[in-house]
């Protein structure tokens, strides 16, 4: 199935909102219940949910996470992870070109997938003002003098940088600001926001394998940090090379900790993650997706069958 055979996730235009990612997810369940589950794991300051969805051999011991649009200008991710499990869910048995079929793959793993961890951020940066729901969030956002305008915000609805709001390296990053805005407050302490906060417990009360977060832009694989163990380390540079065989993009060492997930996530889960940057703008075009898809629709696939040997 190609990008364009659109039957549930629209990859038609560019607004991918959140009341459409979940409309999506409740149809993608429906009938795969044996592989798909979803639920709401939090409620955002503006009355929305962050959602979790399992995916796979749902009593697998293997767990693999997967995030997106924890940065809120960033919502083509969620666009892409729904249509690339669109693919899975409605082709799971059926045998591909080679004669494999996904239910192959995917039979001793179970995907832990995190479609749109800043709900309340991607709404603003779609509909502006409108996105909020709250008259004092509406405030401060007319208070913002952005030449860009809200397209561009990377923060929640209170105005946090959910990817510098975990404990490593938190307020380290270049450029940190120390009041609400678009981008790079860190919040008044980690772990401030119930995005973050329910992402933590997640980790406490899971061993994964691994993780991958989706970012834009860049056509960039980000892996590693100076916090991690040399085991960790050495992990992230074999995710790294695998996910840049499949996709081309390249690679790139992140370095110091800098309060983001996966800086967080090598340390409490002792494991490799990998941040993959998908296209050339924020937000990314449209016009873009059929490239993107085709380049990534192989990874959690072949990801899954490597932790699964």
């Known amino acids: 199935m ?8 629209d990859v038609s235009q560019q607004l991918y909102s959140y009341d459409a990612m979940v409309e999506d997810m409740m149809l993608l369940q429906v009938g795969h219940e044996d592989i798909m589950t979803c639920e ?15 995916f796979g051999n749902l009593q697998a011991e293997k767990k693999i996470l997967i995030t997106a649009s924890i940065h809120a200008r960033e ?4 666009q892409l992870v729904m249509k690339m499990l669109e693919e899975y869910v409605c082709n799971y048995d059926i045998p591909m070109a080679d004669g494999t079929t996904y239910r192959q793959y995917f039979d001793s793993a179970c995907f832990y997938i995190l479609p749109m961890i800043n709900p309340d951020g991607v709404s603003i940066s779609q509909f502006g003002i409108d996105g909020a729901t709250q ?37 380290q990053d270049s450029g940190t600001s120390w009041a609400p805005g678009l981008c790079k407050y860190p919040g008044v302490a980690p772990f401030s926001e119930a995005e973050t906060q329910v992402m933590g ?5 899971n061993d994964f394998v691994t993780c991958i977060n989706y970012h834009s832009m860049g056509n960039v694989i980000y892996y590693g940090a100076a916090t991690n163990s040399p085991e960790v380390a050495a992990g992230c540079q074999n995710m790294a090379n695998i996910v ?10 992140c370095g110091k900790a800098i309060g983001s997930f996966a800086d967080y996530f090598g340390t409490v889960e002792a494991t490799s993650s990998v941040t993959i940057e998908i296209g050339t703008a924020n937000p990314v075009p449209i016009s873009q997706f059929t490239n993107i ?14 932790y699964s040997k």
Not at 151 to 166: C, S
Not at 201 to 205: C, M, R
Not at 244 to 250: A, D, E, F, K
Not at 293 to 306: E, F, H, L
């Open 75 to 78: 919502y083509m991710t969620s």
């Open 293 to 306: 898809y085709s380049r990534n629709i192989n990874v959690w696939p072949v990801i899954a069958g490597y």
């Open 201 to 205: 417990v997640l980790l406490n009360e």
């Open 135 to 171: 008259e004092s969030t509406r405030d401060w956002l007319r208070s913002i003098n952005s030449r860009s305008g809200l397209t561009q915000i990377k923060a929640n609805a209170n105005g946090v940088d959910l990817n510098r709001n975990f404990p490593l390296g938190f307020g």
């Open 244 to 253: 840049q065989s499949i996709t081309g993009y390249r690679k790139e060492y």
């Open 40 to 54: 709401p794991l939090a409620t955002t300051s503006q009355g929305r949910n962050v959602w979790l969805i399992k």
């Open 2 to 9: 190609s990008a364009a055979d659109t039957s549930i996730v």
